[in-house]
């Protein structure tokens, strides 16, 4: 059995649209937990695990396909949940 670990998954958003991308994840249970790190910059990080961030980056790219601005997805291995 592989061992789970915490992925970051950071990018930015306009401030408009974070409570919608928030939302969107939360739909589907269990691939992540959206925080809002720095609502004016538009900083948001998805604490998901090695199993299923892929899923959260998946959601992500959809998303903007669809129009809404996510910028600088940088996905980090990290269980320093409270960092940047």
């Known amino acids: 059995m592989n061992k789970l670990y915490t ?3 950071k990018f930015k ?3 408009k649209d974070i ?3 928030n ?4 739909s589907y249970e269990g691939i992540g937990i ?6 004016k ?3 948001v990080v998805v604490y998901s695990t090695n ?6 980056v998946d959601v992500l790219n959809e998303l903007k396909k669809e129009g809404v601005k996510i910028s600088e997805i940088n996905i980090e291995e990290s269980e320093k949940v409270d960092e940047w």
């Open 7 to 9: 992925v970051r998954v």
């Open 13 to 15: 958003t306009d401030k």
């Open 19 to 21: 409570i919608y991308i």
């Open 23 to 26: 939302s969107i994840i939360d």
């Open 34 to 39: 959206v925080r809002t790190i720095d609502k």
């Open 41 to 43: 910059e538009g900083k």
């Open 51 to 56: 199993g299923m961030y892929k899923y959260v």
